[in-house]
């Protein structure tokens, strides 16, 4: 039994939790772009938070279903239809054996995960069924998905989990792609100038058309050191706010390297990052500093809810 890939949309992948655990020997960690979209979907269909799902990218792929399943979709809004027929996200769908889901207009959002009950089946790569297409990795683990393949899951009759929500949980995308992006300062904040520091916290960038999972190039006023600096390359994470020599930002996403050598100004906080990879090429961010206490209780606050929504509909 398995889903089959009949137009793979623009950029489809496999993307779960990430490939931890592994990035001191300089493998990437990957993952979804967005986490909670991707633990949303995850917890509609009753799956554990950090299960293997689809990522979908902008233009959505043709898909169809050789047997029965439960699924869901959550994050963008891609315009998707289940035979025909309207399927927003964040709700949980039978299919049956047959069904064909494709994608139209594109409504809000740049990033959407369906989700199956059961998970797909596929050897996992070091822990991690992620996808990463830089990294050699064999089949649907190292590249999008093309016309043609086939993942397989396990047919499922069961009934959607009844999910109630916390408020805390609930999103608009639409509402989400004004607010400012929250960051702490980086381990090299001080070595920019009053003024580079004013400029990231009080001026609009725009997210540049190279920018992609591994890094969003940012396009706004130049961000200046006090005075040149040369420094070892040392870790980096998801969130990293690295400035080259051009002085223009450069945020770290899902695919980054594992080290690097341009001074960190800032890092986006975890619970923004969602928020961050739902903004398209040509779109505004503003930063907004906040502190390490805030950032610690939003992520613990998340944590707690989703665990505890994931024991609720296990």
Same mark, same amino acid.
């Given at each position: 039994?398995?889903? $089959?890939?009949?137009?793979? *949309?623009?950029?489809? /992948?496999?993307?779960?939790?990430?490939?931890?655990?592994?990035?001191q020997i300089g493998v990437?960690?990957?993952?979804?772009?967005d986490a909670q979209a991707? !633990?949303?979907?995850?917890?509609?269909?009753?799956?554990?938070?950090?299960?293997?799902?689809?990522?979908?990218?902008?233009?959505?792929?043709?898909? +169809?279903?050789?047997?029965?399943?439960?699924?869901?979709?959550?994050?963008?809004?891609?315009?998707?239809?289940? $035979?025909?027929?309207?399927?927003?996200?964040?709700?949980?769908?039978?299919?049956?054996?047959?069904?064909?889901?494709?994608?139209?207009?594109?409504?809000?959002?740049? %990033?959407?995960?369906?989700?199956?009950?059961?998970?797909?089946?596929?050897?996992?790569?070091?822990?991690?069924?992620?996808?990463?297409? @830089?990294?050699?990795?064999?089949?649907?683990?190292?590249?999008?998905?093309?016309?043609? #393949?086939?993942?397989?899951?396990?047919?499922?009759? +069961?009934?959607?989990?009844?999910?109630?929500?916390?408020?805390?949980?609930?999103?608009?995308?639409?509402?989400?792609?004004?607010?400012?992006? @929250?960051?702490?300062?980086?381990?090299?904040?001080?070595?920019?100038?009053?003024?580079?520091?004013?400029?990231?916290?009080?001026?609009?960038?725009?997210?540049?058309?190279?920018?992609?999972?591994?890094?969003?190039?940012? $396009?706004?006023?130049?961000?200046?050191?006090? /005075?040149?600096?040369?420094?070892?390359?040392?870790?980096?994470?998801?969130?990293?706010? !690295?400035?080259?020599?051009?002085? !223009?930002?450069?945020?770290?996403?899902?695919?980054?390297?594992?080290?690097? *050598?341009?001074? +960190?100004?800032?890092?986006?906080?975890?619970? #923004?990052?969602?928020?961050?990879?739902? %903004?398209?090429?040509?779109?505004?961010?503003?930063? !907004?500093? /906040?502190?390490?206490?805030?950032?610690?209780?939003?992520?613990?606050?998340?944590?707690?809810?989703?665990?505890?929504?994931?024991?609720?509909?296990?």
């Amino acid at each position: 039994m398995s889903l $089959e890939v009949l137009r793979p *949309g623009l950029c489809t /992948t496999l993307q779960d939790a990430g490939r931890t655990g592994h990035q001191q020997i300089g493998v990437p960690v990957n993952g979804a772009m967005d986490a909670q979209a991707l !633990q949303m979907a995850n917890l509609l269909v009753g799956n554990r938070l950090d299960q293997g799902a689809l990522e979908i990218t902008l233009q959505g792929p043709t898909l +169809r279903f050789d047997a029965g399943a439960l699924i869901a979709l959550a994050g963008a809004d891609l315009g998707a239809l289940l $035979e025909g027929q309207a399927l927003p996200p964040n709700q949980a769908v039978r299919v049956k054996p047959g069904a064909i889901l494709t994608f139209g207009q594109r409504r809000c959002g740049a %990033r959407a995960y369906l989700a199956v009950a059961g998970g797909f089946h596929l050897g996992a790569l070091l822990g991690s069924v992620s996808s990463n297409r @830089r990294g050699g990795y064999p089949g649907v683990l190292g590249r999008a998905l093309v016309a043609g #393949d086939r993942l397989g899951f396990a047919s499922c009759f +069961r009934n959607a989990p009844r999910l109630v929500l916390p408020s805390a949980l609930k999103r608009s995308i639409e509402r989400e792609a004004d607010r400012a992006i @929250r960051i702490l300062p980086g381990a090299e904040w001080a070595a920019f100038g009053e003024q580079a520091q004013q400029h990231l916290l009080g001026s609009e960038y725009r997210i540049g058309n190279d920018s992609e999972r591994m890094g969003y190039r940012l $396009e706004g006023a130049e961000l200046a050191l006090r /005075t040149p600096l040369e420094l070892l390359s040392e870790a980096v994470t998801f969130g990293t706010v !690295q400035v080259p020599p051009s002085g !223009q930002p450069i945020v770290l996403m899902a695919d980054r390297q594992t080290t690097g *050598g341009y001074p +960190r100004i800032a890092n986006v906080i975890s619970a #923004d990052l969602p928020l961050l990879a739902q %903004r398209l090429p040509g779109e505004a961010v503003r930063f !907004q500093l /906040t502190t390490l206490q805030d950032a610690q209780r939003l992520a613990v606050q998340r944590a707690r809810l989703l665990l505890q929504l994931e024991r609720e509909h296990a």
